[in-house]
C-alpha cells in the first residue's frame, strides 16, 4: 500500500462545475496535509494545508479533512480552464518532519 | 521576497558523467529540501537539511548522490557517476521553521530537469 495515494486521472470536468480531488493516506498518525498545483513543466505551487479534521475555504478551494478515514479532498468551485493541471496531495506523517506526496491527478477543465 | 533559486533550469550528460545543481533558499529560511520527481511520479525526498545538519538523507543513493549546505544557507546536489534512472527533474524547496511543525510549509523552486543520455 503507497503511503499517500491518488487516482492518476485524467479527472475531466465541465468549467464552471465543481471538481473533487480526492487522497487518503497511510500513517493514521499523519499530522498536516498539503494541496500543490502543478502545471506542466513547473515546480509544484502550494494551494493549501489543513490540519484539524473538517473544512477549511480559502476562495475558490475547500480542503476536506477526515482522520478516521484517513482521507483529504479538495474541492475547486466554478472551476476555470486555468485551473489544468496535476494536483499533488502531500501529507506529514507521525514523525513530523518529513512530508511524503502522492503521485498527483491530473485535471482538465473542458471549456 | 525572492523565491528559491536554482540552476541550471536544464542539464543533459551522457551516463557515468558527474553533474551538480545548486539551490538559494528564501532568506531566513532554516530547512532546505532536495527532491527527485521522475515523470508522471509525485517529488520524492532524497535530503533535508535544517540549517547546516542532515535530519533526514534516508532516500539518497549515496553510492552515487551528495549533498551539502556547508554554511546553512545555499546547497549543493551532486551525482557521480549518474545513470539513466536519474533522469528526472531535481526540485529544491524550503520551509521558514524546523520542518516539524505542522503547519510548516515547503515553497519550490523551478527545478533543474536533468536527462541522462
Known amino acids: 500500500q503507497k503511503e499517500v495515494e491518488q487516482n492518476s486521472g485524467p479527472l475531466s470536468v465541465p468549467e464552471g462545475a465543481i471538481a473533487s480531488l480526492n487522497c487518503t493516506y497511510s500513517?493514521?498518525?499523519?499530522?498536516?496535509f498539503f494541496w500543490y498545483r502543478q502545471y506542466s513543466g513547473k515546480s509544484p505551487e502550494l494551494i493549501m494545508f489543513i490540519y484539524s479534521n473538517g473544512d477549511k475555504e480559502d476562495g475558490r478551494f475547500t480542503a476536506q479533512l477526515n482522520k478516521a478515514s484517513q482521507y483529504v479532498s479538495l474541492l475547486i468551485r466554478d472551476s476555470q480552464p486555468s485551473d489544468s493541471a496535476t494536483y499533488l496531495c502531500a501529507v506529514r506523517g507521525s514523525s513530523a518532519s518529513k512530508i511524503i506526496f502522492g503521485s498527483g491527478t491530473r485535471l482538465s477543465i473542458r471549456p | 521576497e525572492a523565491g528559491v533559486a536554482q540552476s541550471p533550469r536544464y542539464k543533459i550528460i551522457e551516463k557515468r558523467q558527474s553533474v551538480a545543481f545548486w539551490c538559494n533558499p528564501i532568506s531566513g529560511h532554516a530547512t532546505l529540501y532536495w527532491y527527485q520527481q521522475i515523470l508522471g511520479q509525485g517529488p520524492k525526498l532524497l535530503i533535508q537539511?535544517?540549517?547546516?545538519?542532515?535530519?533526514?538523507d534516508s532516500q539518497l543513493p549515496k553510492d552515487r548522490f551528495s549533498a551539502e549546505r556547508l554554511k546553512g544557507v545555499d546547497s549543493t546536489l551532486k551525482i557521480q557517476p549518474a545513470k539513466l534512472e536519474d533522469s528526472a527533474v531535481y526540485l529544491c524547496?524550503?520551509?521558514?521553521?524546523?520542518?516539524?511543525?505542522?503547519?510548516?510549509?515547503?515553497?519550490f523552486g523551478p527545478g533543474t530537469r536533468l536527462t541522462v543520455l
Open positions: 500513517d493514521r498518525g499523519s499530522q498536516s
Open positions: 524547496a524550503s520551509s521558514s521553521r524546523t520542518g516539524g511543525s505542522r503547519t510548516d510549509t515547503q515553497y
Open positions: 537539511f535544517q540549517n547546516n545538519g542532515v535530519v533526514d
